[in-house]
């Protein structure tokens, strides 16, 4: 399963021109992950959350739909590809770091933080992110954090621009918080890819109760496809 995703998203997230004329095999992709791959049901999973991520996963069956795998670190081969590729080499962290520097929604404990796992469908062109967000991100007393939700908003909004135009970066997050969201509660994320002028890719989404009867959250975003080669730091 692991392979299949990451061959499906190799084209789209590789082999960026560099200067010189050099091609890079790998920047910032799923492929060759050799690592835990935690958008799996876990016994921290609530069984709302369950039952939704058994649903989506009856609807990859005939490949309409494919669970995106996710990882917690990049390998250091990769960060030093992605870093030559897109930010002249210079690495802002010490080499020694490399290696336990961690995805941000993938650096809590199981249960404890963004616990989520997101669904790819190739004809609709969406994304849909199943989640479950634990005690440690609350914000007000018994709900989320609104920076949680914005967290996981960049998230899938930046997964779904990756998928779409390759290396992106957030350039502009724009969130409406309608509804309160309940710790521990399970929420779903649509996504849409709006429109692309140039190397502007505009996506938006909202967050719903898995009953679709409450909207807690909408947002858009706007993500930057990276220029190799051209220095941002
Ligand atoms: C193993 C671990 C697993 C990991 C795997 C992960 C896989 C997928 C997950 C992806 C999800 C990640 C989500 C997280 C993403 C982030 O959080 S990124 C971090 C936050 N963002 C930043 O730090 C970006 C900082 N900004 C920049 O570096 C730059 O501004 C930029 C790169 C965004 C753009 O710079 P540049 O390339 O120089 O472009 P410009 O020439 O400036 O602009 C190009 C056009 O865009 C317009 N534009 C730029 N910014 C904005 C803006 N804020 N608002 C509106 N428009 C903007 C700009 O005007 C240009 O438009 P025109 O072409 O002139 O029309």
Same mark, same amino acid.
């Given at each position: ?27 910032? *992709? ?13 016994? *921290?999973?609530?069984? &709302? ?5 058994? !649903? /989506?996963? $009856?609807?990859?069956? &005939? ?8 990882? *917690?670190?990049?390998?250091? !081969?990769?960060? +030093? ?9 210079? =690495?802002?962290?010490? #080499?020694? +770091?490399?290696?336990?520097? $961690?995805?941000?929604?993938?650096? /809590? ?15 609709? $062109? ?11 991100? +609350? ?34 997050? *724009? ?16 996504? !849409?890819? &709006?429109? =692309? #002028? ?8 909202? =967050? +719903? ?17 990276? #220029? ?6």
């Amino acid at each position: 399963m692991l392979r299949s995703c990451a061959a499906r998203l190799r084209p789209l997230l590789v082999a960026h021109g560099r200067p010189g004329g050099a091609r890079l095999t790998s920047t910032f *992709s799923f492929e060759e992950v050799t690592q835990k791959d935690h958008a799996l049901p876990k016994p *921290s999973w609530s069984k &709302d959350l369950r039952l939704l991520f058994d !649903q /989506f996963m $009856k609807k990859c069956e &005939d490949g309409s739909w494919e669970r995106l795998p996710s990882c *917690s670190r990049h390998s250091v !081969q990769r960060f +030093q590809n992605f870093t030559k590729a897109f930010f002249s080499g210079s =690495i802002p962290v010490k #080499e020694e +770091q490399i290696s336990q520097a $961690k995805f941000f929604p993938r650096s /809590f404990e199981d249960g404890l933080g963004f616990e989520y796992a997101m669904f790819w469908s190739k004809d609709e $062109k969406r994304i849909v992110c199943l989640f479950q967000g634990g005690l440690y991100l +609350q914000g007000i007393p018994g709900f989320l954090h609104g920076g949680a939700l914005v967290t996981l908003i960049d998230t899938t909004l930046g997964t779904h621009a990756m998928l779409a135009g390759g290396a992106v970066m957030t350039a502009n997050l *724009s969130i409406n918080f309608k509804r309160p969201m309940p710790l521990c509660s399970v929420g779903v994320i649509n996504t !849409q890819l &709006d429109k =692309i #002028e140039g190397r502007k890719l505009f996506v938006s989404c909202n =967050i +719903q109760s898995v009953d679709e009867k409450t909207v807690y959250t909408e947002g858009t975003g706007l993500f930057i496809k990276l #220029e190799p080669g051209k220095t941002l730091v």
